[in-house]
Each structure stands twice: as structure tokens, then as C-alpha cells.
């Protein structure tokens, strides 16, 4: 009597909108708990999801709908299996996709990154100003250049953090994205209200002897500055790994010959 063999899949795709730990172990978690995944391996420097799987009880769209409902987005346009020259050819194809997604993305960071530091520079000044350095001009501490200024990283280059934090809550969790949308948000919207109602402010106490209002939106626009800047980093740093990676296995020989 011969037991049929179960036949396993392997297919890998891309998966954006990961960002720390426990976005890994988040989708690990809702991919293994599909029926017919033998394993699943969520790799956050790859960004991509490498799932074992039995194809007659579970489709790639059923892993694709897994990762959906974990939060993400399953690339499946850029999966790749199998191991033969046709598919070889696939992956080959889906390495190049991927790799112009993420230099796009790197592009679009670095765009990000360069007028977010342009406009969070003088709002560090006004806190200069009003610390180390008062022969500053008064413009940098004037609640109306500040809120100019600030308006655009929170609402452009902070954008990314609100859509991540949208997408989290409506799968009913959160992550970074979550902190950083809430934490600099809290900030920005405080310091517009001292400008719309300072009375109210004044009323509670803020503001004695005649001092200025405390304003925070160099708080909020130094937090999305400087993390925008470590996921370019990283992203980078992420894309010269896969170059270097690829470099190394086109080294491995191609032909073998053995003696007998």
C-alpha cells in the first residue's frame, strides 16, 4: 500500500507596510493560521513573506487575503515558486520588479526627508531663540511662521505614518505608525488650538506673567523628520544588502563536473 504524497508549494512575495518586529510576527501569525500552510517565514530587511503551502487546499489569493486581513499588502504580482527554467525566469522578473518598487521608494523617502529637514530647520531655530540663542530674529518664534512651516511635515511628509495608522486601526490594532500619527498629531493640533483660542489657554493657567504660549510644532515636525530619515536609511541600506547579495550568487558556478 503506497500513502500519496501531500504536494507542497513554495511561493515568496513582496509585503509592504511592515515596519518593526512585530509586524513580522503579526502576519506570521495570520498566515499559519490559514489551513494548508505547512510554514510561513516573514522576513522585515527583505520585506517579503516566503509561505509553504498545499496548493489543493489553499491558493496563494487565500495567503494574499491572510496578509490583507493582517494589515499589509501582499504583492502577488511579484510572487515567484517553483524551481525550473520557466520559473526561474519568474523570479528573475519579480527580483527586477521588486527592485525598481524599492528604488522608487527610496526616491519618494528621500524627497520626503530633504523638504522635511528644510522646514523643521527653522522651527528649531525658534526653539534656539528662546533658549541658547534670544539674538535670533523674532520671526522663528512667531506662532504664525511656526505653524506655516509645520503644517506641511505633519500633513505631507508625515503622511505615511497616517496612512499606516488608518489601515492598522481598521484591522483593530496598531503599531509605530500608530504611535508616531497619535504622538506628533497631539502636538500639532495642541499648538494650532493655543493659536485659534489662546484665551482659553490663558483661562487654564498657561501663558503667566505675561509669557508666550508654549508651542510644540518643533516637536512634531523634529519626530517625523528624523524617523523619515531612518527608514531612508534603512531602506537604502535595504537595497544595497540585495545588491550585494545578488552579486554573490551570480559569483556561484553555473556548470559542475564531476569525475567518476
Known amino acids: ?33 490559514v489551513d494548508g500552510v505547512d510554514d510561513a517565514n516573514v522576513n522585515l530587511a527583505s520585506e517579503s513573506a516566503t509561505v509553504r503551502f498545499d496548493p489543493s487546499v489553499v ?20 510572487a515567484a515558486s517553483g524551481t525550473d527554467e520557466r520559473d526561474l525566469e519568474q523570479v528573475a ?49 512667531n506662532p504664525y511662521f ?23 486601526l481598521r484591522h483593530r490594532s496598531s503599531d509605530m505608525n500608530t504611535l508616531i500619527a497619535v504622538g506628533t498629531s497631539a502636538a500639532y493640533f495642541y499648538s494650532a488650538a493655543t493659536i485659534a483660542f ?6 487654564a493657567g498657561l501663558g503667566m506673567n505675561d509669557e508666550a504660549l508654549p508651542l510644540y510644532f518643533d516637536t ?3 519626530i517625523i523628520t528624523l524617523i523619515l530619515l531612518g527608514r531612508f536609511l534603512e531602506a537604502r541600506a535595504r537595497t544595497h544588502t540585495s545588491d550585494a547579495i545578488r552579486r554573490l550568487i551570480n559569483l556561484a558556478p553555473r556548470t559542475a563536473r564531476v569525475l567518476r
Open 1 to 33: 500500500m503506497t500513502i500519496p504524497i501531500q504536494p507542497i508549494e513554495i511561493v515568496s512575495f513582496p509585503v509592504e507596510g511592515m515596519t518593526c518586529a512585530s509586524c513580522v510576527n503579526r502576519i506570521t501569525r495570520f498566515l499559519q493560521k
Open 59 to 78: 491558493s496563494v489569493s487565500d495567503l494574499a487575503a491572510a496578509v490583507d486581513a493582517a494589515g499589509y499588502v501582499a504583492r502577488l504580482e511579484q
Open 93 to 141: 522578473e519579480a527580483r527586477s520588479e521588486r527592485d525598481e518598487a524599492g528604488a522608487r521608494h527610496v526616491a519618494a523617502l528621500r524627497r520626503r526627508v530633504i523638504v522635511s529637514a528644510v522646514l523643521t530647520v527653522p522651527l528649531l531655530l525658534g526653539l534656539a531663540r528662546m533658549t541658547m540663542a534670544p539674538g535670533l530674529p523674532a520671526i522663528f518664534t
Open 146 to 168: 511656526q505653524l506655516a512651516f509645520a503644517t506641511p511635515v505633519q500633513f505631507w511628509a508625515g503622511w505615511p505614518f497616517y496612512v499606516g495608522a488608518w489601515a492598522a
Open 198 to 203: 489662546p484665551a482659553f489657554f490663558l483661562a
Open 220 to 222: 512634531a515636525a523634529a
